[in-house]
Nanobody, 122 residues
């Protein structure tokens, strides 16, 4: 089991940047893959980005070239750098520690954080 705590959300203007952090309660070295999801009002939760323990990544088409996922196993933390933000990126962003069988292209969600709100608006 692992507890996840997200931070770094807030209000930003279109074109701006934010960096989200996800701090885990224990070592993430043994967690094969971790991910960020988001859920906008009235929409289903969607997978945004995945990172494997070896550093491989996968992104939703809507964020490719703008978002970067990274992980620091020494700090038990996963990050999501979000650049060139658009109003349609507005959502609650959730960190997830994947099922042991997860890969970057076949991700199975496991433990969830509580989420952090990102609002992109002028």
């Amino acid at each position: 089991q692992v507890q996840l705590v997200e931070s770094g959300g807030g209000l930003v203007q279109p074109g701006g940047s934010l960096r989200l952090s996800c701090a885990a309660s224990r070592s993430i070295f043994s967690i094969n893959a971790m991910a960020w999801y988001r859920q906008a009002p009235g929409k289903q939760r969607e997978l945004v980005a995945v990172i494997a323990n070896g550093g491989g990544t996968n992104y939703a088409d809507s964020v490719k070239g703008r978002f970067t996922i990274s992980r620091d196993n020494a700090k038990n933390t996963v990050y999501l750098q979000m650049n060139s933000l658009k109003p349609e990126d507005t959502a609650v962003y959730y960190c997830n520690a994947g099922h042991p069988l997860s890969t970057t292209y076949d991700y199975i969600p496991g433990y969830w954080g509580q989420g952090t709100q990102v609002t992109v608006s002028s």
